[in-house]
């Protein structure tokens, strides 16, 4: 079972800046598409940041101009920098590789971390 691992999470306060990675030990996915999600108590997972094998990217809304997605594939590993972090940013952030459809976006991954806090304090 191909297992991702996530690390940078951490408490940081409203403003500041943080940066998430995700590796996946052992399994290139240079050639996969690579995406970060999130899920806050109470909400369900939402749609963050993806980075096709391209290296063409795609944020969410809540994100766009703060989160920039990145990746390294000699080192099969994929970025989350985030800015100008405010407390609804606080949630679980979770890692995927290899999307099932053609929309990254979709939460329809076949490999998941799982997960690293992120906590915003106002």
């Known amino acids: 079972q191909v297992q991702l691992v996530e690390s940078g999470g951490g408490l940081v306060q409203a403003g500041g800046s943080l940066k998430l990675s995700c590796v996946a030990p052992?399994?290139?996915?240079?050639?996969?598409?690579r995406a970060w999600f999130r899920q806050a108590p109470g909400k369900v997972r939402e749609f963050v940041a993806a980075?096709?094998?391209?290296?063409?990217?795609f944020y969410g809304e809540a994100v766009k101009g703060r989160f920039t997605i990145s990746r390294d594939n000699a080192k099969n590993t994929v970025y989350l920098q985030m800015n100008t972090l405010n407390p609804e940013d606080t949630a679980v952030y979770y890692c995927?590789?290899?999307?099932?459809?053609?929309?990254?976006?979709?939460?329809?991954?076949?490999?998941w971390g799982q997960g690293t806090q992120v906590t915003v304090s106002s």
């Open positions: 995927a590789a290899v999307s099932r459809t053609g929309n990254v976006t979709l939460s329809d991954y076949l490999y």
């Open positions: 052992g399994r290139a996915f240079s050639a996969n598409n």
């Open positions: 980075i096709k094998f391209s290296g063409e990217s």
